[in-house]
């Protein structure tokens, strides 16, 4: 019912940046939530960052003052713009899409983000 592709992963040095893109497609409704969460190797899923279709944000910690979040609803598309990377944001990122009051949630296939040197 509801796809997310998603973009802009990659190889990057640790202080640099990265932008990723997830675009929705299929039913989706006017009032959602959708964010990216991320998965390290060996570690369990955890939230990044989500963006209500009013445009509140709320972040992880790790990633306050660093990652920005922002929607563009007249392309059901969402963008983590990501800044002074560390090694500790290495992980697959996934992207998440949720209607309001909604009991289903849909995962994109998930994109690599490594920042090494």
């Known amino acids: 019912q509801v796809q997310l592709v998603e973009s802009g992963g990659g190889l990057v040095q640790p202080g640099g940046s990265l932008r990723l893109s997830c675009a929705a497609s299929g039913s989706i409704f006017s009032i959602n939530t959708m964010g990216w969460y991320r998965q390290a190797p060996g570690e369990q899923r955890e939230l990044v960052a989500t963006?209500?279709?009013?445009?509140?944000?709320n972040y992880a910690d790790s990633v306050k003052g660093r990652f920005t979040l922002s929607r563009d609803n007249t392309k059901n598309t969402v963008y983590l713009q990501m800044n002074s990377l560390k090694p500790e944001d290495t992980a697959v990122y996934y992207c998440n899409y949720q209607r309001f009051g909604g009991y289903r949630e849909y995962w994109g296939q998930g994109t690599q983000v490594t920042v090494s040197s």
């Open positions: 963006i209500t279709s009013g445009g509140s944000t």
